[in-house]
């Protein structure tokens, strides 16, 4: 180079990417969105709606007491929660997809090159707000529920912790689906493919190992299905009723609500973590 | 300051990048020239670490672009005006990205009037066109107020207006010593912004020097010398290994060497020069001779002055 003249060298100020400073980011994404809203929208409509529905509709005569009663209030807060899971899969997949479909993922892994960050601070902010949005879809249906239900006659016992645990349990699975969505959907990186799988495992999977299971009585596959993400969160969302003593097919697994709850925790951990290693290694 | 060594990426059987050293200065604007598929979109997706080389490897001032603590101060990318997500707005987009490093929005806000956002600033990005996409794309690059920046194509879709502004801004930039890196397939614009210029073809560097040695150094760019003094000049030339021919009494046409050097060489023998004219026609020229014969500058000689001498 010709140059003798000293160069000024510019250094520049500012501050360090932080993680507080991704997941602030990652906010401003998922907020500033528009399927976001109309994906809670829809969560929020769907919970309550259906729980109006069975609290409205339902005959209890005689009303039961005791457990049954109150699994049955459960079920009034919780029957949409398979509808559910699938809006909440949907918005798992796009928030992610969307970024693969878009190139906005360049711009994202540019900001924060070292991307374990990144997906950290999208799949904790899809988690928390998921799990608001949750709770006050829930929250509403079970005002909406115990007065409808108290009206004929079924009084929802309140101060049964069990009771909490259920629709915790609910709120748990939808946080927990969203984010096996949301891993597959890094994994995949196509939207369409990403939703058809995310449905396929949580919505056709049970339905078709529940076919074939009982059609062929073989045991394995009827076990299979109850670790299924949607069979795992029906157990983590039911109110435990004592077994009616009723005959069970030897070797059939009985999940209980915390066994269907570590089901999901391990779905979601293996997933997200080769996204995170697929991240990693794959060109952007 | 970029410093690229053996710097490969394979796809499959093909390759990209061919093992290539550079170094792009701070103080600078330096061209990244090539032909579509030369490889100089994966070279800086390699500087940002969007894709992983195969080999080689490339630094930063002197670091990996992910081993810095604050890496939007450090370098400031537009490789693609189109990754932005469609359904967001410009101003949130670029929120988005500065919330990463803590950039108030009165940074987003100075970008925004930067670029000339202003208007759409609130509107959804899927509705931009290719101009305000690219501004938008300026937008997020200058947003950390970087030391280095690094431009795939960066006039790409803009007016007139924007182009020389673009120019001047890089200039400007390259002034206050940060190093810029920046692409182009507008050769023309290259010759009048870059300082510094990278050929790229099939991967490998073909030519790596002062902008005007290239030009100088094509065929075809040639220098137009008009003199009464045309004996004594020419012979003169000759010795300097340029090959000069007279197309009118007192005009002669030389290649081989550059203007300032036929200057030089004029004063010094005392030869009135009535006019001293370089005809490097276009860097397009300059440019297509470059990359149809790569073999020649494919060399290792990436440094500067020794491949201006090697290929006289």
Sequence with gaps: ?284 | MIEAHSLTKRYGAKTAVDTIDFTVRPGHVTGFLGPNGAGKSTTMRMIVGLDRPTNGSVTVNGKPYAEHRAPLHQVGALLDAKAVHTGRSARNHLLAIAATHRIGAKRVDEVIGLTGLESVARKRVGGFSLGMGQRLGLAVALLGDPATLILDEPVNGLDPEGVAWVRQFVRHLAGEGRTVFLSSHLMSEMAQTADHIIVLGRGRIVADAPVNEILANASGGSVKVRTPQIAQLGPLLESEGASATATAPDLLSVTGIVAQRVGEIAASAGVVLYELTPLTGSLEDAYMELTRDSIEYATADYDTPTTAEATR
């Excluded at chain 1, 991307?115 to 608001?132: D, G, H, N, Q, S």
């Design chain 1, 1 to 284: 180079m010709s140059t003798s003249t000293p160069t000024p060298v510019f250094t520049p100020t500012g501050r360090d990417l932080s993680f507080g400073g991704v997941v602030a980011s990652e906010w401003i994404k998922f907020r500033s969105i528009r399927s976001t809203w109309w994906c809670f929208a829809i969560l929020v409509v769907l919970t309550v709606g259906f729980s109006l529905l069975l609290s409205a509709s339902l005959s209890v005569d005689p009303a039961p007491t005791g457990d049954s009663a109150q699994s049955l209030s459960v079920q009034a807060v919780t029957i949409s929660t398979t509808f559910g899971a699938l809006v909440v899969s949907v918005l798992g997949v796009l928030i992610i997809s969307g970024e693969y479909g878009t190139g906005m993922i360049r711009s994202t892994l540019t900001a924060v090159p070292k991307r374990t960050p990144a997906l950290l601070a999208k799949a904790l902010v899809f988690a928390i707000a998921t799990f608001v949005v949750a709770v006050i879809s829930f929250g509403i249906s079970i005002a909406v529920s115990v007065v409808l239900l108290s009206g004929k006659g079924l009084e929802t016992d309140l101060a049964d912790p069990q009771y909490w645990l259920a629709i915790l349990g609910g709120v748990c699975y939808l946080v927990l689906v969203g984010l096996i969505a949301f891993s597959l959907g890094a994994i995949i990186r196509n939207t369409a493919g990403s939703v058809a799988v995310a449905l396929g495992l949580v919505l056709a999977a049970p339905i078709v190992l529940n076919i074939v299971g009982v059609l062929t009585q073989l045991v394995w596959m009827q076990n299979l299905e109850k670790i299924l993400p949607s069979s795992a969160g029906s157990a983590l969302a039911a109110y435990p009723v004592e077994s009616s003593g009723a005959p069970t097919t030897e070797g059939l697994w009985t999940i209980e609500p915390w066994a269907g709850g570590l089901i999901l925790v391990a779905w979601v951990v293996v997933l997200f973590s080769t996204a995170i290693v697929l991240l990693k290694r794959r060109d952007a």
